[in-house]
């Protein structure tokens, strides 16, 4: 029976071309405004991490003006200082702990035909690599004894690996670098997280650093911070000494903790820090620590911007919209056949028939509809890549997976199901008997 019902569909769609192609362009236009505004949603908002985002934390510590919050209404830091990143990582009270800042190093040439190379950088500790579960293609990031011998080593990007040694495994050779030698313990394999949780204060969509190197190395070599850096007051005299011991703010930390219990056993060991602090006349705001995960910390940061939430209602009121067009558009093919469904209704066709036929029907057009607003929006995609394309994070935020190809698909049919429900109604309502008269 349902290929008898799709034979009347197809049969009712060549009959009203017109009608027929107005209603899956209503349909392909809404789907493809809708789903090209979800597609960024979806990719800017999306969990980075989400095997391990519930048991990575963000480290906030209140050591700010007292008498101006740094956020309102009471909103500590987002970055630390290198004092307290120190310490927190010195005590080792969480699982796995990481501090980290963004830096930038030059290349040096292996070969006469070869220019520098200017890399974004970053500076961090051992735990980074395990703890946020980076892929290497070769070798693997440096241990603990590295961090504390300060030894000069590197891990590099998939990118910068393949331009300085062809894509071959590098591990052990030496890389020139602002005139210091540094060892390749490491080479990431394709490693992407979107957003870069880990600095969002810098960047949440910038690309991830071009190498890595221990956090210990770059202190010695007063490697200056090149992401934001926020001071309530002047450093004291005294170059890089006094700004490491200043109330700077350039630093990230985030520690590992599994279970309620040991959450609350680091923010219970981050007031005591705090408190010891206060002793010796720094912290003059009032306790206020906080851990949040890897989720909580990116909707704390408005890491998706609330144009992007604005733009997403605007489209679901167009699709509102291209769907009210569409149940006008059936609601007057229905109209227009009264007398066809008049008669199979004489003939002895129930009324459960008809609105199956219709149902079927709609279906079609919906299916139709959502396959045109795939295009559509893959359309509306490349067209924001030329409108905005100067932004680099543009083109990282631009892309469809089958996720969206899907849903696109399955939002098309349950509109035009959804829209079809009153005509369909309409349809079943009709009386054999008024149309009989005028045949």
Known sequence: MFRYYLKLGILSIRKNPVLSTLMVAAIATGIGAFMTIINIDYVMSGNPIPHRSDVLFHVQLDNWDPYEAYHDPDIPPDQTTYLDSRALIAAGKARRQVVSYRTGRVIEPQGEDQLPIQVSSRSTSADFFPMFDTPFLYGSGWDKAADDNVEYVVVLGKEINEQLFGGEDSVGRTVVMNGDS???TGVLDNWEPMPRFYDVSNGAFDEIEGVFLPFSVSIELD?????????????????????????????QVWVELHGEDEVQDYLAYLDAYVESQKEL???PRPLNNRLKNVMEWMDDQEVVEDDVQVLLGLAGLFLVVCLLNTIGLLLAKIMRRSGDIGLRRALGASRRAVFTQHIVEAGMIGLAGGV???????LGLQGIEILYGEFEFISRVIGMDWVIIFAAVGLALVSALSAAIYPTWRACSIHPASQLKTL
């Open 281 to 283: 006349g720094r912290f």
């Open 182 to 184: 540094y060892r390749v």
């Open 223 to 251: 490697l200056d911070s090149n992401g934001n850096t926020s001071c309530w007051k002047m450093p004291a005299e005294g170059g890089q000494e006094a700004f490491l011991n200043s109330e700077c703010i350039w630093m």
């Open 372 to 378: 045109l607003g795939i295009g559509m929006t893959w």
